[in-house]
């Protein structure tokens, strides 16, 4: 199809049914920091089978019934598409074993001329008896699709963090293998694993994929906080790579936490305007 503002506006993105088993939650999990110090016993029903009950780490939410890549399927030039901003809202605990639907639908395309364009898009997971579970708007960027003009209404601007040194910093050691571990959940896009298809991009080694980068960050602060995700936004403005320490640096807010993720460049942070809310 030919790629026009109006048509990736008007695009029917497939629902997606889902089902959390028990083995997919503890994947989840353990890719994206849980478990990685057993004796915590706070984490151990997320990724201990035997455990009773089972809890769903909140921001599985980011892939539960993920469209994929429906971007390619609407026309655009897949290997140049990236993860630019992410925002989640749980309202509720993700049930295991429950039948899930997301419907997405398309909310804007914003024209960015030689660098490309932003198409942003709202998928709503509900039981399949209609509860509201969660709320995911994803922003990408596609590289090499701009210049077809604009279309919808995007999403509010991410606000940046206090101007003031950050209350605290965490440090978080990105495992060497956590991209070819995330990719079970679903994302087996080469970018993220293969050295050639990283470099066809422009990119010297493979990067971390972004919902897994979004997924340590929030274990992290989870765990520093001793509290649980309801709410998470973000705006990815570089890369990490498998491997690398990110640096968290937090600030105490009166209606949330606000962050800045940094990794080895600490000339440009790897995700801004960050946010989460907690229990």
């Given at each position: 199809?030919?790629?026009?503002?109006?048509?990736?506006?008007?695009?029917a993105i497939?629902?997606?049914n889902a089902?959390?088993?028990?083995?997919?939650?503890?994947?989840?999990?353990?890719?994206?920091?849980y478990?990685?110090?057993?004796?915590?016993?706070?984490?151990?029903?997320?990724v201990?089978?035997?455990a009773?009950?089972?809890?769903?780490?909140?921001?599985m939410?980011?892939?539960?019934?993920?469209?994929?890549?429906?971007?390619?399927?609407?026309?655009?030039?897949w290997?140049?598409?990236v993860?630019?901003?992410?925002?989640?809202t749980?309202?509720?605990a993700?049930?295991?074993?429950?039948?899930?639907?997301?419907?997405?639908?398309?909310?804007?395309?914003?024209?960015?001329?030689?660098?490309?364009?932003?198409?942003?898009?709202?998928?709503?997971?509900?039981?399949?008896?209609?509860?509201?579970?969660?709320?995911?708007?994803?922003?990408?960027?596609?590289?090499?699709?701009?210049?077809?003009?604009?279309?919808?209404?995007?999403?509010?601007?991410?606000?940046?963090?206090?101007?003031?040194?950050?209350?605290?910093?965490l440090?978080v050691?990105?495992?060497?293998?956590a991209?070819?571990?995330y990719q079970?959940?679903?994302?087996?896009?080469?970018?993220?694993?293969?050295?050639?298809?990283?470099?066809?991009?422009?990119?010297?080694?493979?990067?971390?994929?972004?919902?897994?980068?979004?997924?340590?960050v929030?274990?992290?602060?989870?765990?520093?906080?001793?509290?649980e995700?309801?709410?998470?936004?973000?705006?990815?403005?570089?890369?990490?790579?498998?491997?690398?320490?990110?640096r968290?640096?937090?600030?105490?807010?009166?209606?949330?936490?606000?962050?800045?993720?940094?990794?080895p460049?600490?000339?440009r942070?790897?995700?801004?305007?960050?946010?989460?809310?907690?229990?």
């Amino acid at each position: 199809m030919r790629l026009t503002p109006e048509a990736l506006l008007q695009y029917a993105i497939p629902d997606v049914n889902a089902t959390i088993n028990p083995n997919a939650a503890a994947l989840y999990a353990l890719s994206v920091g849980y478990g990685s110090d057993a004796v915590i016993p706070e984490e151990l029903p997320y990724v201990a089978l035997a455990a009773t009950p089972q809890k769903v780490a909140p921001t599985m939410a980011n892939t539960i019934a993920h469209p994929g890549h429906w971007l390619a399927r609407a026309g655009a030039q897949w290997e140049g598409v990236v993860h630019a901003e992410q925002r989640l809202t749980v309202y509720h605990a993700i049930p295991l074993g429950a039948k899930l639907i997301s419907h997405t639908r398309v909310l804007s395309v914003t024209d960015r001329g030689a660098s490309g364009l932003f198409v942003s898009f709202q998928s709503d997971i509900s039981t399949t008896d209609g509860a509201l579970i969660a709320t995911r708007i994803q922003t990408d960027a596609c590289r090499f699709d701009g210049g077809i003009g604009s279309a919808g209404m995007p999403p509010p601007t991410l606000t940046l963090p206090p101007d003031r040194p950050a209350d605290t910093e965490l440090h978080v050691e990105l495992p060497a293998n956590a991209a070819l571990l995330y990719q079970l959940n679903g994302d087996d896009n080469a970018l993220h694993t293969i050295p050639a298809a990283a470099q066809r991009v422009g990119y010297d080694t493979p990067i971390l994929h972004g919902l897994c980068t979004i997924g340590w960050v929030a274990h992290a602060i989870e765990r520093h906080t001793q509290q649980e995700l309801r709410g998470f936004e973000g705006r990815f403005t570089s890369t990490i790579h498998p491997g690398a320490t990110a640096r968290i640096q937090l600030w105490a807010t009166p209606t949330a936490v606000a962050f800045r993720v940094y990794g080895p460049d600490t000339s440009r942070p790897v995700i801004d305007r960050g946010k989460v809310l907690l229990s």
